[in-house]
């Protein structure tokens, strides 16, 4: 079994910045991808940031030059550093991971159970 466990998430002020943090643990061979996620309220859940395992990102336009998408392969674990926040960014915010598992020949799919993150104006 593998699992997500996001954190950091919370209540900011326009303008502000958070730092959400997403570990995977279980029984892993290799992660792949991973990226962040987030769905608003009436909307459909939209890819935020990804970041394959050599290291290269992809972000999408609303959040490019104030988000940032990082990853510790050692941890298992990834980041996103959310600056300059606004209140369209609020959401609930979810980790996704390529993973292949211990005993498997293939990679699947898993993801966290999601952190609120809010943004006040």
């Known amino acids: 079994q593998v699992q997500l466990v996001e954190s950091g998430g919370g209540l900011v002020q326009v303008g502000g910045s958070l730092r959400l943090s997403c570990a995977a643990s279980?029984?892993?061979?290799?992660?792949?991808?991973m990226g962040w996620y987030r769905q608003a309220p009436g909307k459909q859940r939209e890819l935020v940031a990804s970041?394959?395992?050599?290291?290269?990102?992809s972000y999408a336009d609303s959040v490019k030059g104030r988000f940032a998408i990082s990853r510790d392969n050692s941890k298992n674990t990834m980041y996103l550093q959310m600056n300059s926040l606004k209140p369209e960014d609020t959401a609930v915010y979810y980790c996704n991971a390529r993973v292949r598992p211990g005993i498997s020949l293939r990679d699947y799919d898993y993801w966290g159970q999601g952190t609120q993150v809010t943004v006040s104006s």
């Open positions: 970041i394959i395992s050599g290291g290269s990102t």
């Open positions: 279980g029984s892993i061979f290799s992660i792949n991808a």
